[in-house]
């Protein structure tokens, strides 16, 4: 009987401990799953508002137009330096398009009308209409003819002084294109060396890593600063070459039409 008893009260005994330790057990994992998940949610939350960030630099990247990201790249400084070149090679390729043209440089109609004033010997009004023609080729005939009481070969030295002047006159306008092809990859290296000074003092200045963004700036002004002045260089130059050759051509093409022209006085002597 005693030992039963025994059994009976080490029963009751485990009993009242499962009693109690249940439900500590319970109540402890109740309070451990809320605390992990909110550790859990407390080392998730720096890589979520980065990632939140940079989803709001991405967004804010892509609403800005290309012409505004070059215009805050290159700055108020830059952005009048190439507008202004960019206007002046406009201007002078204009300019150059309108003068270096055959009908301009050598009229058509001006050696015709030359031609029958002096096959009807109406020499002074062949040179009226030479004198009166604002063509390089006008310019040489009316200087040829002012000279020709001097003799042929003063008309001819003329014509060579007159030639001489205009051409001198059309490659200083030409010139203009090279040095606009010079001086535009100029500002962009010195747009480089500004960038990334710039940037270089960002990093000289901070105490901290320094954040990309501040360093973005000045590698973008370096970058965009020379890739403007190359857009202006290169057809600067290439343009500038095929002006000098078409020069050349229309100069010696005129050169010859006044000297075929004026050879009907070669042997005319002093008049």
């Given at each position: 009987?005693e ?16 009693a ?9 994992g ?5 605390a ?26 892509e609403?800005?137009?290309?012409l505004?990201f ?23 390729m204009?300019m ?8 301009v ?18 020499y002074?009004q ?6 009166a023609?604002?063509s ?26 007159a ?11 030409v ?11 100029m ?9 990334m000074v710039?940037s ?6 901070a ?16 970058l965009?600063t ?14 500038f070459a095929?002006f ?19 050879s ?8």
């Open positions: 009987m030992s039963v008893v025994r059994k009976g009260s080490r029963g009751t005994l485990v009993s009242r401990l499962a109690v330790v249940c439900p500590l057990l319970a109540w402890l109740c309070m451990a799953v809320p992990a998940v909110m550790t859990a949610s407390a080392t998730m939350m720096p890589s979520v508002a980065v990632a939140q960030e940079e989803d709001a630099g991405a967004s804010e990247a609403g800005e137009s290309m505004v070059f215009y805050n790249a290159l700055g108020i400084r830059y952005t009048i330096v190439f507008l202004a070149i960019s206007f002046a090679f406009v201007a002078i204009v150059i398009f309108m003068q270096l043209r055959r009908t440089m050598i009229p058509p109609g001006l050696a015709e009308a030359f031609e029958a004033h002096c096959n009807a010997k109406e002074q062949a040179f009226e209409l030479v004198k023609d604002d390089y080729l006008g310019h040489q005939l009316a200087a040829g003819m002012g000279k020709l009481q001097s003799g042929y070969a003063a008309a001819i030295e003329s014509m060579q002084d030639a001489a002047d205009d051409t001198m006159k059309l490659e200083h306008k010139s203009y294109v090279a040095l606009i092809g010079a001086l535009a990859p500002f962009g290296l010195l747009g480089t060396v500004d960038g710039a270089f003092m960002q990093i000289a200045r105490t901290t890593a320094p954040k990309p963004k501040d360093l973005a700036m000045g590698i973008s002004m370096a965009i020379t890739l403007v002045g190359l857009w202006l260089a290169i057809p600067a130059i290439g343009f095929m000098k050759n078409w020069l050349q051509r229309l100069t010696a093409d005129a050169d010859a039409e006044a000297m075929r022209l004026m009907r006085f070669q042997a005319a002597g002093k008049k």
